[in-house]
């Protein structure tokens, strides 16, 4: 079974940054990915970055250029910096890693951005 943790949320002005940690325990293949989605109040879940265990990342148009995921394999950690954030990037951000079998979540980190 695989664990989650996020953590790095809270309260920021705009313009501002935050950065997010999640942390993977348990059974992990060496070949995953793993990824930030973030869902806003009312809105439907949406993939923020990708990285795979290979180096290769992935960004929302939304969020390129102001977020940059990146990974410790020898930690099973995640982390997604984020940058020039705005009011619209006010969401609940959850960590979530992809293996041949399996899909798992995290518990989500409140990130709010004031105006």
């Known amino acids: 079974q695989v664990q989650l943790a996020e953590s790095g949320g809270g309260l920021v002005q705009a313009g501002g940054s935050l950065r997010l940690t999640c942390v993977a325990s348990g059974i992990i293949s060496s070949i995953n990915v793993m990824a930030w989605y973030r869902q806003a109040p009312g809105k439907q879940r949406e993939l923020v970055a990708t990285?795979?265990?290979?180096?290769?990342?992935n960004y929302a148009d939304s969020v390129k250029g102001r977020f940059t995921i990146s990974r410790d394999n020898t930690k099973n950690t995640v982390y997604l910096q984020m940058n020039s954030l705005a009011p619209e990037d006010t969401a609940v951000y959850y960590c979530?890693?992809?293996?041949?079998?399996?899909?798992?979540w995290g518990q989500g980190t409140q990130v709010t951005v004031s105006s």
């Open positions: 979530n890693l992809l293996q041949p079998r399996s899909s798992s």
């Open positions: 990285t795979t265990s290979g180096g290769s990342t």
